[in-house]
Each structure stands twice: as structure tokens, then as C-alpha cells.
């Protein structure tokens, strides 16, 4: 069964750090990588995907992610973190069929930007 | 592009009332759209998966006959909450899959009370 784990709950940064959630998932075939960023009473939004090719996927409002396939891992990483980034970041993972299927979706990790 | 509306983003009813909440592809066909629920501070639940012109495909556990999932065109999924009773209060979330842009677009979400 596939399964996507996000060990931070909570974390807290300040305006201008470096940032770096975790999202470790299990699959057992080629997986399809997603980042969404959700804001309070907000639905999701797509911040970068992974199925092949270059293993650091550039995404939107400056996030980036690297696939490592031996640490069966899809961090997602942003320089200079701003106020405006504070949300949750939900990981989530499926198979690439070429066609639509389900999404598994990590507990996610709340962001907190200190000014 | 890939912009995924809700209506209502917010519904509040009285228990043992329906709901519908309708869930549309503006600018892209999606003949697969996807039902979740999300519980205050909790990852996403996949309720359903809604096939165009087919029937629902409901995960285990999700009563059928009480959440009835129409997908009627390429743009427009409903999701109807029957005989809704309080613990059905919940944020639902909708998402449609751009073939084109690969990847689960999510809509704003709606926030149905139940009293």
C-alpha cells in the first residue's frame, strides 16, 4: 500500500530562512510526487510534481523539491522563506497511468513565518 | 489555466436537510474529478472518485446513498449530502484532473455546517 509521511506537524521559521519540509512516502512502483500548499480555509494549491527526469523540480512562488530515490524521499525546499509563505504543505503521492488517479496525501506540516 | 471552482464555499443547514455543492472545471475538461473531506487541523480524505457519465467510485467506508456523486458533464461534478446530520460537518474539497497539465487541481473548498 502506498503511504506518504510528513515527520514535521508544526514548524516554525523566520522571514528571510532557509526552509526545508520532509515528506518521505512509500510506493511500490513509480511514483508520481506532488507538493500543495493549502492557506486557512483555502483549497490546495499545486506548488511542483515529480514523475521522471531531472531529480530537482522547480516550482511556483520560489519552492523547489529534490526526488532521491534511495532515501525514498521528496523534500521541499525554499531560500528565503516570506510572511506570506505560512500555510500547509501537504506531500501526496500516486502512479502515473496516464490517466487520473487517486492521491494519497501526507498529514501535512503547518508553516509558521516569524517576522 | 487549470482553475477549479466550488459553490457554495460555505452552506449551513439544518439536520436531516440536503445539501448540493457543485464543483466545476473552468477552463479545462475534466472527465475525472475527485470528492475529498478534510477534519479541522487533518489531511485530505479521499471520499469518492467522479467518472463523466459514469457512476462514482466510493472508497470504503463512505456511505454511497447518503453522499451521492453526479458528474453529468466534462465540467461539473455535484456532490449531494443527504439527510445531513451534524457530524457530516466538515470541509469538503473537490479536485479535477487536467490531462494536460498532469496533476489533481483542487478547488477552493466548502465549509458545510450542519446544525
Known amino acids: 500500500a502506498q503511504s506518504v509521511t510528513q515527520p514535521d506537524i508544526h514548524i516554525t521559521v523566520s522571514e528571510g530562512a532557509s526552509l526545508e519540509l520532509r515528506c518521505n512516502y512509500s510506493y511500490g512502483a513509480t511514483p508520481y510526487l506532488f507538493w500543495y500548499v493549502q492557506s486557512p480555509g483555502q483549497g490546495l494549491q499545486l506548488l511542483l510534481k515529480?514523475?521522471?527526469?531531472?531529480?530537482l523540480v522547480q516550482g511556483i512562488k520560489g519552492f523547489e523539491a529534490e526526488f532521491k530515490r534511495s532515501q525514498s524521499s521528496f523534500n521541499l525546499r525554499k531560500p528565503s522563506v516570506h510572511w506570506s509563505d505560512a500555510a500547509e504543505y501537504f506531500c501526496?503521492?500516486?502512479?502515473?497511468?496516464?490517466?487520473?488517479?487517486?492521491?494519497?496525501f501526507g498529514t501535512g506540516t503547518r508553516l509558521q513565518v516569524m517576522l | 489555466g487549470a482553475v477549479v471552482s466550488q459553490h457554495p464555499s460555505r452552506v449551513i443547514c439544518k439536520s436531516g436537510t440536503s445539501v448540493k455543492i457543485e464543483c466545476r472545471s473552468l477552463d479545462f475538461q475534466a472527465t475525472t474529478m475527485f470528492w475529498y473531506r478534510q477534519f479541522p487541523k487533518q489531511s485530505l480524505m479521499l471520499m469518492a472518485t467522479s467518472n463523466e457519465g459514469s457512476k462514482a467510485t466510493y472508497e470504503q467506508g463512505v456511505e454511497k446513498d447518503k453522499f451521492l456523486i453526479n458528474h453529468a458533464s466534462l465540467t461539473l461534478s455535484t456532490l449531494t449530502v443527504t439527510s445531513a446530520h451534524p457530524e457530516d460537518s466538515s470541509f469538503y474539497i473537490c479536485?479535477?484532473?487536467?490531462?494536460?497539465?498532469?496533476?489533481?487541481?483542487f478547488g477552493p473548498g466548502t465549509r458545510l455546517t450542519v446544525t
Open positions: 501526496a503521492v500516486g502512479p502515473f497511468t496516464g490517466t487520473a488517479s487517486k492521491l494519497t
Open positions: 515529480y514523475f521522471s527526469g531531472d531529480t
Open positions: 479536485s479535477a484532473y487536467n490531462h494536460d497539465a498532469g496533476g489533481q487541481y
